[in-house]
């Protein structure tokens, strides 16, 4: 597994990593068992970041890792985790003694004193351009609760608007062979200031496994079944926001030119965005061992090359730009 770090991040981390969001039940249900044999196979295979929120399953994944690291002190993880989704989101909100509830409620689920990296999780807007939430964050950092802080987005704009600040560790940005528009500006901006990207839905919700048909259904309450139109938080979280038939029809081209290099769609699809320039880590979600395996494999396949790069451009063009380059 190959490892990358930035001047802000200040240390290397897996160039893939574990999305949580499954852990915490929001993908269905995950038995605890099932969820702490997802970190070990992760871990044997060279993942050293695990991503998590304070609203995964109300601060069950938080627990989750925590309750594992405790019983493994041995083990050198990195753990991201997010704040912000669990009030009304009104910028009034993101302040200071919120901070701080939030970053409280993370130390306890994650038993330690000092987070390694807290992202402010979606926030609204107007957000991104208060001074008075990054002097908030500085403060956390001075006072040892976290040691670093960044941001997770919807948007390029607001990537951009986090990126100039010289506070900012990291990025967080929906990045896959279905959403293209971050290599354009997000990546060169981030590369020049130092600042590492975390490429997050990196298989569109599963569709770039290649697994789904038309007809598949999913679990009532998996978001893929009830966020599907944007229903519980932005569409764009949910199969990047891509028609899914559209998702199944592309993914589909994108199998078969994955198996021509002798890949899986689900490796091909991780490996090529761990291989871009500018991406420090990507975080797959995993709800088995298989799974999980799978995915820490594509951090050590070989350089795709460009013609991957350029079919995986041209899908876009023909299935996705329209629809979702000038919304996110």
């Given amino acids: ?51 998590t929120a304070d609203v995964y399953g109300d601060g069950r994944s938080e627990q989750v890792i925590g309750d594992y690291l405790a019983d493994n002190p041995e083990l050198d993880v990195f753990v991201a985790t997010k704040m912000g989704r669990r009030e009304a989101q009104d910028p009034a909100n993101f302040t200071l003694a919120k901070f701080r509830e939030w970053t409280d409620r993370s130390r306890a689920n994650l038993r330690t004193d000092t987070l390694d990296l807290v992202q ?3 926030p609204p807007t107007p957000v991104f351009s208060t001074d ?9 950092v001075q006072d040892g609760v976290i ?22 560790t990291s990025v967080q940005i ?34 770039l496994t290649g697994k789904y048909t038309e007809q598949t259904t999913f679990a009532e309450n998996d978001h893929r079944t009830f966020n599907r139109h944007g229903e519980a938080f932005d569409v764009g979280e949910t199969f990047s926001g891509v028609d899914f038939e559209q998702g199944v029809a592309a993914a589909r081209e994108f199998s078969a030119a994955a198996s021509e290099l002798g890949l899986t769609p689900s490796v091909a699809a991780l490996a090529w965005l761990a291989q871009l320039d500018g991406v420090t880590t990507v975080i797959p979600g995993a709800r088995n061992v298989a799974q999980a395996q799978s995915n820490a494999s594509a951090g050590s396949v070989p350089p795709l090359g460009a013609d991957f790069t350029s079919d995986i451009e041209a899908r876009y063009d023909r299935y996705f730009r329209a629809a979702v380059h000038g919304r996110w």
């Fill in 147 to 168: 040691a670093r802080y960044g941001v997770s987005v919807e948007t390029v704009d607001e990537a951009l608007a986090a990126i100039a600040r010289p506070g900012i």
């Fill in 120 to 122: 402010l999780h979606c």
């Fill in 132 to 140: 008075a939430v990054y002097d908030a964050l500085d403060e956390l």
């Fill in 1 to 51: 597994m190959e490892s990358h770090t930035t001047s802000r991040l200040g240390v290397p981390v897996s160039a893939i990593g574990l999305g949580t969001w499954q852990l915490g039940a929001d993908w269905g249900d995950v038995s605890e068992a099932d969820a702490r044999a997802v970190l070990d196979a992760s871990v044997e295979a060279g993942v050293t970041l695990f991503d």
């Fill in 174 to 207: 929906i990045l896959n062979a279905f959403r293209l528009k971050p290599l354009e500006r997000v990546l060169p901006a981030a590369i020049g200031a130092g600042v590492a990207i975390i490429a997050r839905v990196p298989l569109a919700s599963g569709l």
